[in-house]
Each structure stands twice: as C-alpha cells, then as structure tokens.
C-alpha cells in the first residue's frame, strides 16, 4: 500500500502539471479539450487503480462528493477484495448457502454469465481460483505449479453460478469456487457515476478510471472529445492514435496493465480459463468503443482473450459496438465504424486495411 501511495503522490503532481496544459493522461488514454472553457478535474484512488474526472462547463469542484461517493458505494458491493463486500460475501459463503445481493451485484453478475455464453467460457467470472493463484497485480505475484493450475481450472465454470433473480440471491456450488468482477466491474461503475453526474444536471464531463473512459455528452463548444489509445510498449508511454467521439464509452485492455516477469518471461493478468495461463495470442492491447462502459469492459477483456480474428468477427456482429486491435507487431486493425474517427498519430505503428 505504500508504494501505491508513493505513485499516487507522483502521478497527482504529474496531472496538475499535465492538465496545466491541455491534455489528460491516465493508465491508457489521453484527453484533450479545448482549454479556454471552464473546468474542474479531481483524482482519486479507487477501484484499485488512478481516477481522474473532469467536468466541462464549471468550475465547481463540489459535484465531486457525490460522484465519487457513488463510486465508492458500488465499489464496497462489487471489490472482492474489500472485506464484507457482497461478492466476498458470495465467494464466503460458496458451498453453503445462497447470498442476498442488491440488484447492482445481480446486474453484473447477469451481464457476465452473457458475456460468458458469448464468448464460450473465455470471459468467465468464476476465474477467482485462478486469480489468486497467480496473485498477479498483489506483492506476491507466483507461477503456480501445473497442478495447481489443473485444480484451479476444475473450479471454473460459469454455468455453477445460480442466480435467483426473484430473491436476489446468488450461489456457489462448489466451496472453493470464487467470483471476481474485475474484468467487468469499473465499467459499470464508470456508467453509474455518468448517471449520477446527469442527475446532478452536469452535461460534459470525462470519466476516467484507469483506461476505461467514460465521454459524457460533448466539449461545451459542441464539438467532440479527442481519446487518445495509449502505446502498448510502456516504456515509450505515448500513443498510438487518438479518436474523436461524444456520449460514448472508450475501454482499453492490453497485456501491459498488470503483470510481473520471471526467467525473463512476462506473464499478464488476463487468464485464459481453458489453459489455465495467461492468454497469449497476437494481440497487445484492444480499445473497445460502446454506448455503455459496462459492454465495452466486458467486451475488451472478451476480446482480448478471443484474438483477433475471432475478436473482430464478435465485434462486426454486435450492433453499436467498435473496437481497435493493436497487434505485438505493431499493425493496427479496426472494426468499420471507427475507420473515420481514428487517426494515426505513431509512425512506429501500420493500419492496416
Ligand atoms: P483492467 O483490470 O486492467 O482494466 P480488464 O478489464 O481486462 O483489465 O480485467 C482484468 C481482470 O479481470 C483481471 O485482473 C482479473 O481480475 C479478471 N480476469 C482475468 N481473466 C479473466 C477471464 N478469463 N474472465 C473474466 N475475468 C478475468
Ligand atoms: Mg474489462
């Protein structure tokens, strides 16, 4: 915890250099508007990740309070890492009784189980055994022992989740299965602070949790918001191109956001539940673009795991959904609907047609 707030330090004096300009840059995207409107920006940590919201059009720091309370009541429901919580409190209760949750905890859950027959088990929130198995992410980050991974493996399965809608409860069959709400969690808490931020009558804002970015309406100039996707190669640290869009949600998954190294190895936090292992196929980083921030989460983690031929042909069949793939070799595919509204910005990067 520490460090986390050693980097905390750091990056709030980077953001008040950074938004003295004219950009907002956080874990994954970068933001420009215009910089003679007014506005107000605040960062937290929360969601185990850096935050950053800024509102277009005042500059009234108040609303704040609100929003990240919001923010922080659905993270003591949703975090499975915070105790008490009603996912810790399903997974403690896995094997023995179902578990009254509020409709919040049964929407995500429900949105998974789909985003898991979609997908065919890939994207599977019963990944818990294997998440803390690997403890990617946590001080003690381990490669597990093959065996260890073949019991992981036998506790994931989605279709041993059994929600009861009508009693709003939800339970475990087995007691060493677990639920983890990561992959799909900030994006519908990011969708709920938008709502709350309509309800306290502000129009333009960014919402920024870690790479998963919320647009809400437009820049108060009326013209759109520019999103920069952030170069997967870290140690570079600028972007690969930006895209220019209102209303919607931009959500970025890639292998570099969490990971540690080990015999010159790197292994990344997004598992795949057949292998056990994280997933490793041809692509670095996918930005997913959706109306809702809770589909395009789910839809980066998805399609990350799926690669990216079988990633584009999911994103081409779901309406109202768009998504740029960036290779490991560096090429840059896209859906259709994105074409016009991307724009290149790294010559070390190809698009590619
Ligand atoms: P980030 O947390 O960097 O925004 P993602 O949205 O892609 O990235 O979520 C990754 C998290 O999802 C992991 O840290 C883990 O908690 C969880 N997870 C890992 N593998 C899977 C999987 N196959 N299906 C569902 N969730 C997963
Ligand atoms: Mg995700």
Redesign the pocket.
Known sequence: MKKNIFKYVIFVILMAIILSGCSIKSNGTTVNQANSDLKVSKNAFLLN?FNTITLFGTDDGSYFEAIYDEVSRLENKLSVHIEGSEVALINNYAGIQPVKVSLETIEVIEK?IEYAELSDG????T?GP??NLWG??TDSPRLPQPSEIESALDLIDYRNIVMDKANSTVYLTDKNMSI?????A??YIADKAAEKMIELGLKSAIINF???VVLLGEKPDGSAFQVGIQEPDESRGGIVGTVTAKDISL????DY??YFVQDDVRYH?????YTGYP?DNNIKAVAIIATRSFDA?AL???V??LGLDEGMALIESLDGVEAVFITKEHEIYMSDGVKDSFKLTSAEYTVVD
């Open positions: 990740t998974s890939l994207f599977d929130i990944i294997l998440v990617i992410g983890d709400l990561g992959a799909i900030k994006g870690g790479g998963n959500v970025t998954s890639g956001e969490r936090h997004i598992l795949d539940p997933t989460d980066s983690t998805t990350l795991l």
